[in-house]
């Protein structure tokens, strides 16, 4: 089962997009998980952008504190998130993951899962 993102485009600088991110199998339940959303600039490794465990804590990465939010809605169950004040170095491909059920968020990728094939934010200047 793989985590699909969508809501990607080509925006210009201020702007702002949401994206989404929901299970290839409408069944999937990750309701206790912690779910992060990851981005890889051209030419960059993957980094984490932000989580949020199942009591609805976040973790954001220093880049896009303030800027971006992540939220999660268990019925559906979708994962979102809004990106706001967008610059060019936020061009990337982002991909959300499932992490462990804990209450601790991690940022490194080993402990997350079920990657999809993600979806291109392109900002222009």
């Known amino acids: 089962v793989q985590l699909q993102a969508s809501g990607g485009g080509l925006v210009q600088a201020g702007g702002s997009l949401n994206l989404s991110c929901a299970a290839s199998v409408r069944t999937f339940s990750f309701s206790r998980n912690t779910l992060g959303w990851f981005r890889r600039p051209p030419g960059k490794e993957r980094e984490f952008v932000a989580g949020i465990n199942w009591r609805g804590r976040t973790l954001y990465a220093d880049s896009v504190k303030g800027r971006f939010t992540i939220s999660r809605e268990n019925a559906k169950p979708t994962v979102y998130l809004q990106m706001n004040s967008l610059n060019p170095e936020d061009t990337a491909v982002y991909y959300c993951?499932?992490?462990?059920?804990?209450?601790?968020?991690?940022?490194?990728?080993?402990?997350?899962?079920?990657w999809g094939q993600g979806t291109q934010v392109t900002v222009s200047s």
């Open positions: 993951a499932k992490g462990p059920p804990t209450e601790v968020i991690y940022s490194a990728t080993r402990y997350y899962s079920n």
